[in-house]
């Protein structure tokens, strides 16, 4: 079983919609998860990080089940300028520096 | 400061060449890593360096050799490598606390590896 598992979508959205991916890991005993944004040809950038339920800025709200062991990203009012890859990451359980990375999820935002 | 800079952004090599692709990092983070990436694929991890020992090695192949001058740089070393070698290559850096919590990754803008 994989340790991060993610709708890879493509998730295909008019502008001003509300889009939601999830993200679903295997070991209970991880600690923190974290919400990255990849453009095309470009690096992973940090958009969250979630270490309790869950985190909240401006429109992008990501939240966490442990009982689920489950991971959400949610984006609210989508602009043109969300589309990209969106990169479930978990960090290990064992040592602070084993990063499982999510298959990603691509979302389009149409006008 | 969260920047981690990567040289050269592109490179193109044949098979019998050694090259190197440069990291740096000045955040102070303890924690270095290489990764490499293909299209539509997420991030896979090679290397990482925790106080700038080589703590994880995901069974790459000798044809690559990380190393860590000091706590801010990285290289990755490379020499006979195949056309399936080519790839982003992806540093990252994180503070590496020795804790699980606030350890957040940051990337470095990657090389684009060709080899023909």
């Known amino acids: 079983r994989k340790e991060v598992e993610q709708d890879p979508g493509p998730f295909n959205v008019p502008e001003g919609a509300t889009v939601a991916f999830n993200c679903t890991y295997s070991n209970s005993a991880s600690q923190s998860f974290f919400w990255y944004r990849q453009d095309c040809r470009k690096e992973p950038k940090l958009l969250m990080s979630?270490?309790?339920s869950g985190n909240e800025d401006g429109r992008f709200t990501a939240q966490l089940n442990r009982a689920s062991q489950y991971i959400s990203l949610l984006i609210r009012d989508s602009k043109l300028s969300d589309s990209a890859t969106y990169l479930c990451?978990?960090?290990?359980?064992?040592?602070?520096?084993?990063?499982?990375f999510g298959t990603g999820t691509s979302l389009t935002v149409i006008p | 400061d969260t920047e981690v800079t990567q040289t050269p952004k592109h490179l193109v090599m044949g098979m019998t060449n050694k090259k190197s692709l440069k990291c740096e990092q000045h955040?102070?983070?303890?924690?270095m890593y290489w990764y490499k990436q293909k299209a539509k694929k997420p991030p896979e991890l090679m290397f990482v360096y925790s106080y700038e020992k080589l703590s994880i090695n995901e069974s790459v192949p000798s044809r690559f050799s990380p190393e860590c001058p000091n706590s801010s740089l990285l290289n990755l070393h490379l020499h006979a490598l195949q056309p399936e070698d080519s790839a982003l290559y992806l540093c990252?850096?994180?503070?590496?606390?020795?804790?699980?919590?606030?350890?957040?990754?940051?990337f470095g803008p990657g090389t684009r590896l060709t080899v023909l």
């Open positions: 990252a850096s994180s503070q590496d606390m020795g804790t699980v919590l606030y350890n957040e990754q940051f």
């Open positions: 955040m102070g983070h303890r924690a």
């Open positions: 990451v978990v960090n290990g359980r064992n040592t602070g520096n084993q990063f499982y």
């Open positions: 979630v270490y309790s």
